[in-house]
């Protein structure tokens, strides 16, 4: 019995840490209900479907109908009570109808200023340009957090690191670190050992999804590598899939600190290039042969972490799936992948993960979620963003208003939310979204 009673305490501790990690100490404040004549002073517990806990100085617990609340106390409890944005399940609870497929504004926030921005794969390559793939997190966690923006970015050419740019703001503007540090020589957090590269070298690191773990207090930074030992990987019995571009992991304590460690396995020096340890691997199944990289990292309302994956087949096909870890180290993969495979109408698809929403529990007390995806064809790669809504990241129902009207670069969506604003990093840009929420 004590064993399974610390089991319900580790589950519930979690799932505390998940939902409102940065605010466990509320302060105490008066509350007072919409004819003002209600008063009590207490601190915010939880929200409950349409109820309110609030825990008094004497430690008494009182619910009460959130519609009830004055208009400010409705406000307050909402905004402290929302799903923190550097888990990435951006929180949609609060809707009161379906997510505009339009935009009010874009912004373009990168551009390609240094040199290890330019591929080094030929030399009639150096002036493309594929500058993007956008992670942000706030630092307000961690050692020395400074309340910034931190985005930090790629290309997908060889010899890309992982780079990072700050802002006070959310929108913008964004100063890579080589600019406001004239003793830096770039902007790079994580060089890639084959830096700077040379001609017919596809050595790169790319597409960085940063994540808080606050049951480590550390940042996860997910970014896919290029494994020159691929026909090794391939080889071995004890590996799945071909080995060829995959999903590793760096973490760091302290974001202002620009050190990240990447995480990495002796054991694997023969299969996988610098040791790294791939902790989203290729896999046996034809759809994710070929690569295993571009994929969005989440945590979930419960606390479980979330991996939406893309898979690379060996004929350049990329289809989507899902993964679920306890720790964000060790993986999952669903027996049902891949769940996205695009219009079924088109034999040469190229679909794509895009972020997870969280839409609140149904009447039953299931999550359901928005789950946003791009879909583009071979010769035409234009991602298109679709919606589609789920309770178990199996069965998808597509949103039957078709394409939204906004674009999307190549990999996954970074959202972030403020308000009624919904910010989409994406490519180069970053695209302001109204959402439709009740006035309160």
């Known amino acids: 019995?004590?064993?399974?009673?610390?089991?319900?305490?580790?589950?519930?501790?979690?799932?505390?840490?998940?939902?409102?990690?940065?605010?466990?100490?509320?302060?105490?404040?008066?509350?007072?209900?919409?004819?003002?004549?209600?008063?009590?002073?207490?601190?915010?517990?939880?929200?409950?479907?349409?109820?309110?806990?609030?825990?008094?100085?004497?430690?008494?617990?009182?619910?009460?109908?959130?519609?009830?609340?004055?208009?400010?106390?409705?406000?307050?409890?909402?905004?402290?009570?929302?799903?923190?944005?550097?888990?990435?399940?951006?929180?949609?609870?609060?809707?009161?109808?379906?997510?505009?497929?339009?935009?009010?504004?874009?912004?373009?926030?990168?551009?390609?200023?240094?040199?290890?921005?330019?591929?080094?794969?030929?030399?009639?390559?150096?002036?493309?340009?594929?500058?993007?793939?956008?992670?942000?997190?706030?630092?307000?966690?961690?050692?020395?957090?400074?309340?910034?923006?931190?985005?930090?970015?790629?290309?997908?050419?060889?010899?890309s690191g992982i780079g990072c740019a700050v802002s006070d703001a959310i929108d913008g503007p964004y100063t890579k670190l080589a600019s406001l540090d004239p003793d830096r020589k770039h902007s790079m957090v994580?060089?890639?050992?084959?830096?700077?590269?040379?001609?017919?070298?596809?050595?790169?690191?790319?597409?960085?999804?940063?994540?808080w773990n606050g049951d480590e207090q550390l940042w996860f930074m997910y970014f896919h590598y290029y494994n020159h030992f691929h026909r090794l990987w391939e080889e071995s019995p004890d590996h799945p899939g071909g080995g060829n571009?995959?999903?590793?992991?760096?973490?760091?304590?302290?974001l202002a600190a620009q050190q990240w460690t990447v995480v990495k396995d002796k054991s694997l020096a023969k299969v996988s290039v610098h040791d790294i340890l791939p902790v989203l691997t290729t896999s046996k199944e034809p759809w994710m042969y070929g690569t295993s990289s571009y994929n969005a990292i989440q945590r979930l309302p419960d606390g479980q972490w979330l991996a939406f994956l893309r898979g690379t087949s060996n004929q350049g096909l990329s289809n989507v799936g899902f993964a679920t870890s306890e720790d964000g180290r060790k993986w999952d993969y669903f027996p049902e992948n891949p769940v996205l495979r695009g219009d079924p109408r088109e034999k040469k698809n190229l679909v794509r993960p895009g972020f997870i929403g969280f839409l609140g529990n149904d009447r039953g007390g299931m999550p359901q979620y928005l789950v946003v995806w791009t879909e583009s064809k071979v010769g035409a790669d234009v991602p298109r963003v679709r919606y589609g809504y789920t309770s178990d990241f199996v069965q998808i129902r597509p949103d039957s208003r078709g394409f939204a009207e906004w674009p999307a670069?190549?990999?996954?969506?970074?959202?972030?939310?403020?308000?009624?604003?919904?910010?989409?990093?994406?490519?180069?840009?970053?695209?302001?979204?109204?959402?439709?929420?009740?006035?309160?």
């Not at 994580?190 to 994540?211: A, C, I, M, Q, R």
């Open 245 to 254: 571009q995959m999903t590793a992991l760096a973490t760091s304590p302290d």
């Open 1 to 159: 019995m004590d064993r399974i009673m610390i089991a319900v305490l580790l589950v519930c501790c979690t799932l505390k840490i998940a939902l409102v990690q940065g605010q466990e100490n509320r302060p105490s404040r008066t509350w007072t209900d919409v004819t003002g004549e209600f008063r009590i002073e207490a601190e915010l517990v939880r929200i409950r479907g349409d109820e309110v806990v609030l825990r008094r100085a004497d430690k008494r617990e009182i619910t009460l109908p959130l519609a009830k609340l004055s208009k400010t106390d409705q406000e307050y409890a909402l905004g402290q009570l929302r799903l923190d944005n550097n888990l990435k399940c951006i929180d949609l609870s609060d809707l009161v109808g379906r997510l505009p497929l339009k935009v009010i504004r874009s912004k373009r926030i990168l551009r390609q200023s240094e040199d290890w921005e330019h591929s080094t794969w030929k030399p009639d390559e150096k002036e493309l340009d594929s500058v993007g793939y956008p992670s942000v997190v706030l630092n307000d966690r961690g050692l020395n957090p400074d309340g910034k923006y931190y985005l930090f970015y790629a290309h997908h050419e060889p010899t």
């Open 190 to 211: 994580l060089v890639n050992p084959h830096s700077p590269g040379k001609v017919g070298d596809p050595s790169h690191y790319s597409t960085p999804s940063v994540v």
């Open 409 to 440: 670069g190549d990999g996954f969506i970074c959202p972030w939310r403020e308000g009624n604003r919904l910010y989409l990093f994406s490519g180069k840009h970053v695209h302001v979204m109204r959402l439709p929420v009740a006035t309160r």
